[in-house]
């Protein structure tokens, strides 16, 4: 995939312009997921959520980004539930307490994509392991978020993110990782969560890429259920993890463009 990040030495005006919708669209994002955890309660169904979201993400002037996927996937947001890792599609099974959910969205406002997710447990209750699991798998994405400024490479976030999850001795997801996004949903360049320090792109002021740690409490290997053919599924059926931001890289470090008021 070519490298579509945008130069800010080169277009000041795009970039303006594309920071300007993100940061609005982010913000909308992140009150919307905000919203979301305290809405979710124990008896829900993945369909009734999922109908939830999209009435929420055009009632705050947004769009539903999962529409505009080329392959249609059966709702406005990801929800994966227990051994389910990523790319949940929205089910009529009512959640439990104790359910670890994970909600990945993404919404497209004034041109723009903004992408973030997080992990819970239903009901506010469940497993102290997958409570661990949330806890160091969020600590992980802040660490990498954390070294984000301008001339930072890749590797080195991938790097710190890594270190992290392997020291709270949690399975590491290498193929599915970050990326790089604005015009597009997905973009170069890719974000893995693990890596080399000072390899791979380095960071440009104006960029904005999605961080997005994910693990598991087992072996890392997950495959795409075929009953769907959208939720990916851990093989040995461990709970899987997922949280992310969208940040923005400025002249000296960063925002995160997915935060609440």
Do not use: Q
């Amino acid at each position: 995939m070519a490298n579509k990040m945008i130069n800010v030495e080169t277009a000041p005006s795009k970039v303006a312009e594309k920071i300007a919708a993100m940061r609005e669209g982010g913000k909308i994002l992140g009150n919307l997921l905000r919203d979301l955890k305290n809405y979710v309660k124990p008896g829900m169904t993945g369909k009734e959520i999922d109908a939830w979201v999209r009435k929420e993400i055009v009632k705050r002037g947004a769009e539903v980004a999962y529409d505009m996927l080329d392959e249609e996937f059966p709702g406005a947001i990801c929800i994966s539930v227990n051994d389910e890792l990523v790319h949940g599609a929205p089910k009529d099974e009512p959640l439990e307490v104790g359910d670890k959910v994970s909600f990945d969205l993404d919404i497209y406002y004034k041109g723009y994509f903004t992408d973030s997710a997080f992990t819970m447990l239903v009901g506010d209750d469940g497993s102290p392991a997958v409570k661990r699991m949330i806890s160091v798998t969020e600590s992980s994405m802040w660490e990498g978020i954390d070294l984000v400024k301008p001339g930072v490479a890749i590797g080195t976030i991938g790097a710190a993110i890594e270190k992290v999850l392997r020291a709270g001795h949690l399975g590491v997801i290498e193929n599915y990782v970050g990326h790089g996004i604005d015009k597009e949903m997905h973009m170069a360049p890719e974000v893995p969560n693990y890596g080399k320090k000072g390899h791979g792109y380095k960071l440009v002021e104006g960029d904005t890429i999605c961080i997005e740690p994910m693990s598991c409490l087992g072996k890392p290997a997950n495959y795409t259920d075929k009953n769907d053919n959208w939720s990916v599924k851990m093989k040995d059926g461990s709970v899987g993890c997922h949280c992310e931001h969208t940040i923005l890289v400025t002249a000296d470090g960063y925002e995160v463009l997915t935060l609440p008021d």
